[in-house]
């Protein structure tokens, strides 16, 4: 399907599937770590890290953790990898394609071309070569639309032969061979079509041997009296045979010949690229004649070999190869030098298997031969072209005259040259005759003023993007899958189970500091810290034993630790404490508390672990802000002047003494 998209739209298409593609791994990551056990939370946060954080992670605690949590860790990595290039994944069955817009206009264009008038009349460039199933009415199109041929063209604009719909005027042949040996098809013909095998060699037509073998199958053997020297270019071969396959019209000169060179060169097999030859003819009365002849050379070096030659050359040998076969087989019929021809007919489709046989030592050339003829209801011809030609009429063709020819390129599988696909041939006679009937009023050669006249349909050019409709409809259903599985995971689940590890603590701190989470904290990395507070420990623990000084949650600390220490030793921090630092308190910044020399600190293993370090103890300002210098002390403190203003009969003066206030607080 084209799409007209640009690359930044196409991108950023495969940017959203990819960004839905990745939510919906972590929407199954957060389902998982809502009802999948105690390591899947784990697991959903290391995702966040990255493929590396992830690895390192299942490497660390591989021998620490069950097989069932490896495993889906391996399967959340494997995942995200896939879903990171599900976009490059889909890129690669998208291509850059143009397509053509709306029609601007239809113009007749002359162009001067090179003529050919040998044997066979062609316009030099007018043949081209295609693949086995290759559209030839697509490789016929890109002939006649070749820029070479179009004068003045505009850039951005496509230049397509503009075709029109034709009637058949003939297409019921009866057949005859050289103009010497009739053999009428009884399908009421209404025209007389004349198939000759023009050879280097003397055939003796009026002795051939026809057999109808059913309705429009025949098989015919024409003697071949005597050989002469054939003179190809300027080599002259002995003891070679030379067949030309000619079709035409009677009293017409409109005809098609492929000659079959020479053999005693060639090696058993194909011995010339397969080939369909397209022309087209004006006749007297304003009609045109249409042939397309398609052919297929080969050649066996012996007689005893053709049978295998045959089966390595076609992939379905059918009933005409089948039956010359057994025609080349027969010793009596191949003492004798003879042309054997397998024809069937059917309209105007003629199918015809030829060989010349040769003697025992000698090649056997053979060509099979398709083709498809008819004649087309006279027309007028477009003014544009008329005018283009300067008023005059467009000229008959010259005799032997090809229009297009287009050969099949053979593929290979493993080094070994494939069979040709007989019907795929056969299909392509087909569709090339259709197609030139369809550009009979359109496209005119004079031979004799080297010039081509085209009639082209001029529309503007769109560019985009060629997506195979499986894959669109594939991206489609996979993106509506993956935003129902993200919408829906994020609407049920808390965002706990959805969110980051820092939306997580966000959301506990939120409640402290009274802003919604998530949010943007001042943080610390080491120690780890966010908004003041020490995101490890517990000042809940011990609290029943004040001889503990417990310093858990402090942002010095990197597990959960205490230290005892004797009471005199806790009141003369008390007092260093609200000499130093209690008056700086601004619950913003951590507070450090000079501590004195003391044993019980010269004891303690690992003083860091517990917020000491350089003879300092490094205080929470969250902690100091709540329970300490500002909400708690005002509070208590507006609480106690409520309580003595509303006990006194009047009050003129308050004073307050903080050195008391403090003593009554701690």
Known sequence: ?????????????????????????????????????????????????????????????????????????????????????????????????????????????????????????????????????????????????????????????????HTSHYEVGCDQWNITFNGTANLHSHNGGCSLMDLGIVALLNVNYHNATAVQISEGRWSVIFPITSFELANVGAATFANSVEIMPAFQKRNSSCNLLEIIWNASLISSGLSYLPRTSITKCVLDTGGMEIISMSSIQIVAQSIQNFSNVTRTVFDEPDELIHSMEAAISNTTLMRHRMVFMELKTLSSYIEAFVCASALDKDPLPCVYIVIDAFTVEPQVTDPRLVEAHSGKPFQTEPTQSSRIIVDYIPTTVNGTQAPVPLSNIKNATTAASNYMASLAYSFFSCYSESQVYVLFDVAATENGFEVPTWLLISLAVAMAICLCLWGLTSYFLNERYTGSLYNAISMEISSRINVSAPMIMRSKVIPIEFAGMATLGDNDLNKSNPSILELSQDPCLSEVTSAKFPIDTILTFVETFASQPKPHLDGIENQYLALPRSKCLDDIVGPGTIGIDGGHMCLNAFELKKNVALESVMKNVLVLIQGQLSGAKGCSEIFMVGGLALRAIF
Not at 42 to 57: D, F, P, V
Not at 125 to 148: C, F, H, P, R, V
């Open 1 to 161: 399907m084209f799409l007209p998209w640009s690359f930044f739209t196409i991108n950023i298409a495969l940017a959203v599937f990819r960004f839905l593609v990745i939510a919906s791994v972590g929407s199954i990551l957060a389902i998982h770590s809502r009802f999948g056990g105690e390591y899947s939370n784990s697991i959903r946060w290391a995702r966040q890290g990255g493929y590396l954080e992830m690895c390192k992670a299942l490497f660390h605690s591989r021998n620490n953790i069950p097989s069932r949590a490896k495993l889906i860790m391996v399967i959340t990595i494997t995942a995200s990898l896939a879903a990171s290039l599900a976009d490059k994944g889909a890129s690669h069955f998208i291509s850059a394609s143009q397509q053509t817009g709306d029609l601007l206009d239809t113009i007749a264009v002359s162009s001067t071309q090179f003529a050919s008038m040998d044997t066979i009349s062609l316009f030099s460039g007018w043949s081209t070569s295609i693949q086995y199933g290759y559209d030839i009415q697509e490789a016929m199109t890109m002939l006649i639309s070749n820029k070479q041929n179009i004068p003045n063209i505009v850039p951005g604009r496509t230049y397509t032969p």
